[in-house]
């Protein structure tokens, strides 16, 4: 029996490098995903604040949404 490593040991650890540079891209897509859905989020929260602001104070519409005007 030989210590010798076999011929393709090179091709093991390419295989393996490339899955890794693939899940790095992946989680660094959803990274840039995530950001971006939650300043959409903190649009939509600030704009929902907005109308509630907007509504008279002290009167009470049953729930319904407003149509903008």
């Known amino acids: 029996?030989?210590?010798?490593l076999p011929?393709?040991?090179?091709y093991v650890a390419a295989a393996y490098l490339v899955f890794l540079a693939l899940?790095?891209?992946?989680?660094?897509?959803?990274?840039?995903?995530?950001?971006?859905?939650?300043?959409?989020?903190?649009?939509?929260?600030?704009?929902?604040e907005g109308r509630d602001a907007a509504r008279e104070p002290g009167g009470h519409d049953g729930g319904r949404i407003q149509e903008p005007v």
Do not use: C
Request: hydrophobic share 50%; net charge negative.
């Open 23 to 48: 899940v790095l891209v992946y989680v660094a897509i959803m990274a840039a995903r995530l950001g971006r859905t939650e300043r959409d989020l903190a649009e939509l929260d600030e704009l929902a």
């Open 7 to 10: 011929d393709n040991t090179g």
């Open 1 to 4: 029996m030989t210590d010798a």
